[in-house]
């Protein structure tokens, strides 16, 4: 006869919760054991990259922007997409390029390609 090791009693109320289908979440999975230096380069680095990729998805996602006077946003197409005036609907320019921090685009003025650049570090999305 040998003698179980690591035995786990469950009460009736976790045995329902199993037969639910109900997962319980243990928050104490996240936690590394340590306190986290927030100063830290490593730390700063994550910061800098989550904000990043927030603004990239809320530029992709089409959410209004401000750039000096007029409020705009970005719509996707097939071919790149375009930026609109929110208030007006007209056409601003097309997009070309998204990348983490920039935004490159061109329209045409009196037959001339003008390019646009926008940089997302420096956008204020409107809420």
């Known amino acids: 006869m040998t003698k179980l090791k690591n035995v786990v009693v469950l009460d ?5 919760e199993i037969a639910n ?8 999975l996240n936690n590394t ?3 986290v230096n927030k100063k830290s380069a490593r730390q700063a680095r994550l910061a800098k990259q989550a904000f990043y990729a927030d603004v990239n998805a809320k530029f992709k996602k089409g959410n209004q922007f401000k750039v000096t006077n ?14 609109l005036d ?6 601003v320019c097309n997009v070309s390029y998204i990348g983490r921090t920039k935004v490159q685009g061109f329209t045409y003025v009196l ?13 204020k999305f409107v809420k």
């Not at 289908?21 to 104490?28: A, H, T, V």
């Not at 007029?70 to 930026?83: F, L, P, Q, R, V």
């Not at 929110?86 to 056409?91: D, K, L, P, Q, S």
Request: net charge positive; with cysteine.
């Open 33 to 35: 054991g340590r306190p």
């Open 12 to 16: 009736k109320k976790a045995l329902l």
């Open 70 to 83: 007029g409020t705009y946003a970005y719509e996707a197409s097939d071919n790149g997409g375009c930026i």
């Open 86 to 91: 929110v208030f007006t609907g007209a056409y």
């Open 111 to 123: 037959g001339k390609k003008v390019n646009v650049e926008l940089n997302l570090k420096t956008l």
């Open 21 to 28: 289908g109900e997962k319980k979440f243990d928050n104490r």
